[in-house]
């Protein structure tokens, strides 16, 4: 059987929460899980919105949008639980306020276009887990030092997420693959 490919749904999330001082309040979340489709996205927030009793006090609204990620790096920023349907969640144990988060990190790779012999650009977005945009930088800075390309880190930006779901077969090969380097 041909594996499907996965993609990275963005979930954004607004439940009523118990605030600190004990009243209610509005709490957004942004999540990402990386699903084969649509519905299984859509399955797993249900198991999510469950498991976290996030119904607790009213109604829960979400939305779920496809996007164009094509990876999220892991690393030891990351806290890490196993979750509903198996899938891994791995989250960020300190508030946004402390800068620790996911960071978009956008690279420019430059080549040789072995035809014309003229220089190529291209533009990819990598994210990272960090505790900064100085910490993000380098991540990438030494995750890209291993490859042969030329490249420009061009742009930083702190990204909202506050957990990825990953299937269990992914994040345990996201584990070894930090492991080894």
Not at 87 to 108: A, Q, R, W
Request: contains cysteine.
């Amino acid at each position: 059987m041909e594996e499907k490919e996965r993609s990275y749904f963005r979930v954004k999330t607004e439940c009523t929460v118990e605030l600190p001082n004990g009243a209610l309040g509005k709490k957004k979340i942004e999540e990402l899980i990386l699903a084969t489709s649509y519905t299984e996205a859509e399955m797993l927030v249900h198991e999510i919105i469950s498991s976290l009793n996030r119904t607790q006090f009213g109604s829960v609204h979400y939305e779920i949008i496809k996007t164009k990620i094509s990876d999220v790096l892991f690393n030891d920023t990351l806290a890490q639980e196993q979750t509903v349907k198996d899938f891994y969640c791995n989250f960020f144990e300190e508030d946004e306020t402390s800068g620790v988060g996911l960071y978009m990190v956008k690279v420019m790779f430059l080549t040789l276009d072995e035809k014309s012999g003229k220089e190529k650009k291209t533009i990819e977005d990598f994210y990272v887990p960090a505790l900064s945009n100085a910490d993000a930088n380098e991540k990438i800075n030494k995750h890209l030092g291993k490859t042969m390309s030329d490249f420009v880190i061009r742009d930083t930006k702190f990204d909202k997420t506050e957990a990825i779901y990953w299937p269990l077969d992914v994040h345990k090969s996201k584990v070894e693959n930090f492991s080894l380097s």
